[in-house]
């Protein structure tokens, strides 16, 4: 099977970067089940990269369906170790301009009934999230960003929310008091599954829309959406390009020893059966 260093989690179309080659579809199950579509695969500047489309080709699969421990697991299983996601989102300041992209650093959780860890049935583990995107990873995708000529907003807070309906704007002004920057519907729980896997997790967020709280503005609608995405994804895919060829060598962050000591579980007691689904995960604690 082929191996990928750096894993991106987007929509339709990301695998048509310029410079690809050696592409091929790969088609994978995992212990949590299929990821969401094939993952294509393929090399950019010798480097091995592996697209999964988050919502399938089609679009077909809503955020809180998502097959989330699957898409990270597979990735995993290629030997993935940076992942950069490309997420649409909506604004709540005025400075942050629907066109404009945002490389957020941290997130606030408001989903439901989302399954966020690849933990349980006889195995518990309790990893650091107090910073839930990669800075290092973070500062590349700057960088990349700025050679592209995108106007970047460095930082961030994600709200993530539940869908698949839009905010009210009671939730809207709510989340605006909490001095919170964008709004999506994805983001979690890839990103905590990501440091559960040791790997690396950043994102690219497109800024399509105020969300509701604008009085002037219309509120967000799918339309609204898919405009600003046709708009971004041309840039998305330049700092994707660059960012690959900025990722080189070692990893020195903390993701890539993010299990270590936060298995409580003592190895013997791990149930046969768990001990074998997270083989991958865990292995190299055992």
């Not at 898919?226 to 993701?255: F, P, W, Y």
Request: aromatic share 6%; with cysteine; net charge neutral.
């Amino acid at each position: 099977m082929p191996q990928a260093k750096i894993g991106v989690i987007g929509g339709t179309g990301l695998y048509e970067i310029g410079g690809m080659t050696d592409i091929e579809e790969i088609r994978l199950d995992t212990p949590f089940g299929p990821p969401s579509d094939t993952i294509i695969f393929g090399k950019l500047d010798g480097t091995g990269v592996a697209f999964l489309p988050r919502h399938g080709r089609d679009h077909r699969i809503l955020p809180s369906e998502l097959p989330s421990r699957a898409n990270i697991y597979a990735l995993k299983s290629l030997g993935v170790e940076y992942i950069i996601a490309v997420n649409s989102a909506g604004s709540f300041k005025e400075e942050i301009m629907p066109g404009t992209l945002v490389i957020p650093d941290q997130v606030i959780d408001c989903t439901k009934g989302r399954t966020n860890t690849f933990f349980g049935n006889g195995v518990v583990a309790h990893v650091s999230f107090g910073d839930p995107f990669c800075p290092e990873l973070r500062q590349v995708l700057i960088a990349a960003a700025a050679e592209a000529g995108a106007f970047t907003h460095k930082r961030g807070t994600f709200v993530a929310m539940e869908g698949p309906a839009f905010s009210t704007k009671a939730e809207s002004n709510l989340y605006r008091s909490w001095d919170a920057d964008i709004i999506g519907m994805t983001v979690m729980p890839e990103a905590k599954l990501a440091r559960e896997a040791e790997i690396c997790y950043a994102c690219i967020v497109c800024v399509t829309d105020y969300d509701c709280w604008r009085e002037k503005e219309e509120a967000v609608n799918v339309a609204i959406i898919l405009e600003g995405m046709r708009r971004n994804i041309d840039m998305a895919k330049k700092i994707i390009k660059s960012s690959v060829v900025k990722i080189r060598g070692t990893r020195h962050c903390q993701c890539a020893e993010a299990l270590k000591g936060a298995l409580v579980t003592s190895p013997e007691a791990i149930p046969p059966e768990q001990k074998e689904k997270l083989r991958l995960i865990i292995g190299k604690y055992l």
